[in-house]
């Protein structure tokens, strides 16, 4: 048998809306934090957490569902650093070595990059944002930003052949 408690329709309904209304709006804040990869992830949990407040209850679904997903984020954190603590230390010179000089290499090949393309790499790389996102921020068409960023990739590939 399970702990899962099955949701009352109106509950479900105004889950559902909440999900439509703010899933994009929190994806995107959290992009910052997280990263565009896991904001997904984290952006599920969030409303499964929120799954049992009756819809009507909250007042600020914006805060409430932020505060929500920036605990999750928290606790994840806590845990991965737990979690390294508990490991010793064991091979970690290494790995953050390794990881520096890969660092110090990417930020070489970003700074070699002309202007145009480095703006749209940075952007999307390390900024998080859509090519429709950094489109609109830069006043250019999506199509010119692909091609831009299509270029940076180049850029970054004929860098590393070398």
């Avoid at 109106?10 to 995107?28: M, T």
């Avoid at 959290?30 to 992830?41: I, N, P, S, T, W």
């Avoid at 070489?108 to 999307?124: E, G």
């Avoid at 999506?142 to 590393?160: F, Q």
Wanted: aromatic share 8%; hydrophobic share 40%.
């Amino acid at each position: 048998m399970t702990d899962a408690k099955e949701l009352k329709p109106e509950a479900a309904e105004g889950l559902n809306g909440l999900y439509r209304r703010y899933a994009g709006w929190l994806d995107g804040r959290l992009r910052a934090h997280v990263g565009a990869d896991q904001a997904a992830d984290v952006v599920q949990e969030t409303y499964l957490r929120a799954a049992p407040y009756p819809s009507a209850d909250i007042r600020h679904p914006k805060a409430f569902l932020l505060r929500i997903a920036l605990n999750l984020v928290r606790d994840e954190s806590r845990r991965l650093k737990r979690q390294r603590e508990s490991s010793g230390g064991f091979g970690q010179d290494q790995s953050e070595s390794a990881s520096q000089a890969e660092q110090m290499m990417l930020k070489q090949i970003v700074l070699t990059m002309p202007p145009l393309y480095r703006d749209i790499f940075v952007l999307s790389r390390f900024g998080g944002m859509t090519y429709p996102e950094i489109a609109a921020a830069r006043g250019l068409s999506v199509k010119t930003v692909e091609w831009r960023m299509s270029k940076a990739l180049e850029h970054c590939v004929a860098r590393l052949d070398d």
